[in-house]
């Protein structure tokens, strides 16, 4: 390739570097547009350096073009060294990973009742029940919502007292007194006897075993014993406990409205307020 030749392309490489810096000075800072008329008119005025044709290339001095011969190979290498760089500045810009969510902090359980807590507000339950009942218990009280002293202690309550202190979740009378209660759903022959009072709460009365048959989708009203076994007394009763939403009564209308609600009347409330008392003195307890 002849000289002439490569100064061809030199020039084309110098015509784009003009037209880069001339877009450079079109988008630069607000100084250039600060200058006044007289400043432009001696710019103007002035001769420079770019206006000399022959001397285009030398003030843009690159070093790596040859002033004499000019091969293909030369030529070769400067097209891919372009192309590279147009191709690089096409080239996607990659997007950094989003920062994976942070899991929110699990809430705080409720706080659990411990085998020592249960012995002092209820002093009448027996040793060895103690161990077998504080984990259902605790369970049945975390997953209903009854989690602070004043609906603890008001559970506990009525727990005492219905079940004997933890002595026995059925009943001891037969249940005949409640033949023919049609309020319980005791219309069928042999109701009242099927459906006495049960589980820890003493959940009385067809209507109640029904109820509590679609909520844990154990067949209570077929059989009706298994509320009475350890595994089903607690979390029956806490279901009769929400049924009624007796933390909300608890927190703000007290025991003796608690009371009523559990038992229909004022049966054993002295005994019910005083468990409820030492109840809140052991779970306050520092």
């Not at 011969?69 to 097209?79: C, M, Q, V, Y």
Request: net charge negative.
């Amino acid at each position: 390739m002849s000289i002439s030749h490569s100064r061809h392309i030199r020039v084309a490489i110098a015509a784009a570097a003009l037209i880069g810096a001339a877009t450079t000075a079109v988008v630069g800072t607000s100084d250039a547009h600060a200058r006044t008329a007289a400043h432009a008119d001696a710019v103007v005025s002035e001769p420079t350096r770019h206006q000399e044709p022959g001397n285009l290339l030398m003030a843009l001095e690159f070093p790596g073009l040859p002033s004499e011969e000019w091969t293909d190979a030369d030529e070769f290498a400067l097209s891919a060294s372009v192309e590279s760089v147009v191709e690089s500045s096409d080239a996607p810009v990659s997007t950094p990973e989003p920062a994976p969510a942070v899991a929110p902090a699990p809430e705080p359980a409720p706080p659990a009742v411990t085998p020592d807590d249960l012995r002092h507000i209820v002093p009448g339950i027996p040793g060895e029940k103690i161990d077998q009942y504080i984990a259902p218990l605790n369970a049945a009280m975390a997953h209903n919502g009854i989690d602070t002293p004043v609906r603890q202690a008001a559970f506990i309550a009525q727990l005492a007292v219905e079940s004997d202190s933890f002595r026995t979740f059925e009943e001891y009378a037969s249940g005949r007194a409640y033949e023919g209660r049609a309020d319980l759903g005791n219309t069928q022959p042999g109701d009242g006897e099927r459906y006495k009072g049960r589980g820890a709460i003493q959940i009385t009365g067809r209507h109640n075993y029904e109820k509590l048959s679609q909520h844990t989708g154990v067949d209570f009203v077929a059989n009706p014993e298994l509320l009475a076994a350890p595994e089903n007394a607690f979390t029956t009763a806490a279901w009769y406990w929400t049924s009624r939403d007796l933390n909300n009564v608890a927190d703000t209308a007290g025991i003796v409205r608690v009371s009523e609600l559990v038992n229909g009347g004022h049966h054993a409330l002295s005994r019910r307020i005083a468990d409820f008392e030492r109840g809140l003195n052991v779970l306050l307890a520092p």
